[in-house]
């Protein structure tokens, strides 16, 4: 009797020990995901503004040779303007394709990936 008691003691130990063993894998693997999920937005994060300023100057010169095309000083800023104005509208009349869908499928594949590659 003692025997099948301990034999219990040791099944309940090892059953306790597995079950805390896997709550900390999950535990882990969490984290290791939002470790990457965080690296991956705070990347993009520090990248986007150098983007930004040389899409700003871009845009000025841009600007500029339509002003020297079309001989007059505004016609340039409002040309670029317009191409602008068009793409966000384009942008928001397709959100759901171009951007909230791929968007929501990338970060699907992010917090499901069995390994994080590089």
């Not at 999920?37 to 700003?56: C, H, K, R």
């Amino acid at each position: 009797m003692e025997k099948e008691t301990a034999s219990k003691e040791t099944l309940l130990d090892n059953v306790t020990a597995y079950v805390n063993t896997r709550v900390e894998l999950v535990r882990l693997q969490l984290i290791e995901k939002a470790a990457a999920m965080i690296s991956n937005a705070l990347s993009i994060v520090i990248i986007i503004p150098f983007f930004l300023i040389a899409f700003l100057f871009l845009s000025v010169a841009l600007a500029h040779y339509f002003d020297e095309l079309w001989g007059h000083e505004y016609a340039g800023y409002l040309t670029v303007t317009g191409i602008y104005m068009l793409v966000g509208l384009l942008l928001v009349w397709k959100r759901k394709y171009w951007l909230i869908n791929p968007l929501q499928n990338n970060l699907i594949k992010q917090l499901f990936a069995r390994h994080i590659h590089e």
